[in-house]
């Protein structure tokens, strides 16, 4: 987990070009599990850039050593917010897709915005006004 958000982290922060924050963690996915010893790659990219948001496409893999070739394990998608000094939102350079596949990411990316709205109108309840104790 620690490695994913670093990863998802360097690379919001290359395209922002400015300090960012962690607005959304979620839906991780981990499809099969990793086992100690092996061998990992993550990538991480930019799929989609909003006013001041930069989402980032988060895939884990892994190999032992034994094999020669990679099984994607986790795929998620972050959303970090640029931000200045004072730790308010400012405007991001836009990312434009190239090709058929960015604009698959770009869709995918735009459909997982909406769905989030719906989730925090569901969470609401559970986050405003409770201290806890
Ligand atoms: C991130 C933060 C600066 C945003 O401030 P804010 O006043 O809520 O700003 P806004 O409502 O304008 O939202 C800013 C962006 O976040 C996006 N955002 C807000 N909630 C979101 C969510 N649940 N999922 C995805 N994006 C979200 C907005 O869509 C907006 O993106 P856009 O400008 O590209 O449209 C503020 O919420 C904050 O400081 N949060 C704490 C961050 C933090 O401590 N992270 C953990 C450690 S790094």
């Given at each position: ?45 930019v ?70 709205e ?16």
């Amino acid at each position: 987990m620690k490695w994913i958000d670093q990863t998802a982290y360097t690379c919001a922060r290359n395209w922002a070009e400015t300090y960012c924050v962690t607005v959304y963690v979620g839906g991780i996915r981990f499809y099969k599990p990793i086992s100690i010893g092996e061998v990992i790659k993550i990538n991480a990219y930019v799929i989609y850039t909003g006013n001041t948001s930069i989402h980032i496409a988060v895939d884990v893999y892994s190999r032992n050593f034994s094999q020669k070739d990679f099984e994607k394990k986790t795929h998620c998608v972050i959303v970090f917010v640029s931000v200045d000094e004072q730790g308010h939102p400012i405007k991001v350079k836009k990312w434009v897709p190239h090709n058929e596949h960015e604009i698959q990411l770009e869709t995918y990316a735009k459909k997982l915005n909406h769905m989030r709205e719906q989730i925090s109108i569901e969470m609401k309840p559970f986050i405003e006004g409770k201290s806890g104790d």
